[in-house]
């Protein structure tokens, strides 16, 4: 494990599990608590209010699984160069309570390049968006985000954005 954990990661790609709102341990993807960990490094770095205006929205969609694979992903690359990419729901490009994600990723990475696939089913435009990105699988809006790190950056990303067409 220490061999594992002393081994350089510079490509971390997946599709991590996504689910704020689960009601249930019977649910897919039950959601843990990791308090000590990931948990405590989203409350440091995406919802401290003294570097953002976090507090707005629910929060509790910030400890999403999905949102914890970026943490995680980006604190195990630390500070080498490296690429995260993740497809995950699209509700972290809007969202108030990500105001301190979004933010924190620009700070960190050189390069944010998002694929916004949309098809959200609770917009009411979600059939002129193609409608359903995984055919019925999908209910929430998608995006490809990929995200590039150099250890010399400093300053804000270069973002990339482009959307299915309307």
């Not at 609770?122 to 790190?149: A, D, M, P, Y």
Request: glycine fraction near 10%; proline fraction near 2%.
């Amino acid at each position: 494990i220490r061999k594992e954990h002393e081994t350089p990661i510079t490509v971390i790609i997946g599709n991590p599990p996504y689910g704020a709102n689960q009601k249930s341990a019977n649910d897919d993807a039950q959601k843990r608590s990791y308090e000590k960990g990931v948990d405590k490094r989203i409350e440091e770095k995406y919802l401290d209010e003294k570097l953002f205006d976090a507090k707005r929205g629910n929060v509790n969609s910030v400890y999403d699984n999905y949102v914890r694979a970026f943490r995680w992903s980006t604190d195990r690359i630390g500070d080498s160069d490296g690429i995260v990419a993740f497809v995950t729901t699209n509700g972290w490009l809007t969202g108030s309570s990500f105001v301190g994600f979004r933010k924190c990723i620009e700070e960190e990475f050189l390069k944010i390049y998002v694929f916004n696939l949309r098809g959200d089913q609770n917009s009411q435009h979600w059939r002129e968006e193609g409608e359903k990105v995984f055919g019925q699988g999908s209910k929430v809006g998608i995006c490809i985000t990929i995200l590039v790190k150099k250890k010399i950056f400093k300053g804000k990303a270069k973002v990339q954005y482009a959307k299915t067409m309307d």
